[in-house]
């Protein structure tokens, strides 16, 4: 089964407006973090939101914000006031467990296009 | 902080051959990751050492395929007899993990792209 899912393949957003990126997660495991990368086209792998399984509130950092919703098992990434530099692969990771590995698992990845 | 860096950035090599990549962590990090993105997917998780100690692989890593991290510091990956199928972009990262626990979000190299003819 998979463990993380993200069933946006691509998405568009107008310059300056907000876009919401979905995924959710699948775990039997009570402690687990979740985390959001951006891949632009060069490749590299930019780390941007993080939220923690026991973390009482939704985690934001500058533009991006995460909507997490244990009971639904979602964390989705909210990008504000979108700009033309954030057209990318976006994805969706989880990391169980406290002691383990930290080895991150990602889902497939949605391609945001900004259009001006 | 430079980052991670990895080379060389793309490889083309004719199936049978071997190959090696380097990855050079960020200096503090203790430990270091080896990731296979294929077109289309997210990086799926291959191998990760702590200073030196190699100490998980995933079952994607064939026998064809080691890795090593001989001073702890930068790391190689080579692939012996290269398969077409082995053709991706090799991504490496690493993190900081302290004896609390506590660990840092992974750091990504720019990644090798590799093509397999």
């Known amino acids: 089964a998979q463990k993380i899912t993200q069933t946006q393949p691509g998405m568009f957003v107008q310059e300056k407006e907000a876009v919401t990126l979905d995924c959710t997660y699948d775990t039997s495991d009570p402690s687990y973090g979740l985390f959001w990368y951006k891949q632009p086209s060069s490749g590299e792998m930019i780390f941007l939101i993080y939220?923690?399984?026991?973390?009482?509130q939704n985690a934001t950092e500058g533009r991006y914000s995460l909507n997490f919703q244990k009971a639904r098992k979602s964390a989705n990434l909210v990008i504000s006031a979108s700009q033309l530099g954030d057209s990318a692969m976006y994805f969706c990771a989880m990391r169980e467990g406290r002691d383990s590995s930290y080895k991150l698992i990602f889902g497939s990845g949605t391609r945001l296009l900004v259009r001006p | 902080d430079t980052g991670v860096s990895q080379d060389p950035r793309h490889k083309i090599t004719k199936r049978g051959q071997n190959v090696t990549f380097r990855c050079d962590p960020i200096?503090?990090?203790?430990?270091l990751y080896w990731y296979r993105q294929t077109l289309g997917q997210g990086p799926e998780f291959l191998t990760y050492f702590q200073n030196e100690a190699q100490l998980e692989k995933s079952r994607l890593l064939s026998d064809r395929f080691s890795a090593e991290r001989p001073k702890g510091s930068f790391s190689t990956l080579e692939i012996q007899r290269t398969e077409q199928g082995d053709s991706a972009m090799y991504l490496c990262?690493?993190?900081?993990?302290?004896?609390?626990?506590?660990?840092?979000?992974?750091?990504f190299g720019n990644g090798t792209r590799l093509t397999v003819t």
């Open positions: 200096s503090e990090h203790n430990r």
């Open positions: 939220q923690g399984s026991y973390d009482q």
């Open positions: 990262a690493s993190s900081s993990h302290d004896s609390g626990g506590r660990s840092s979000p992974l750091h």
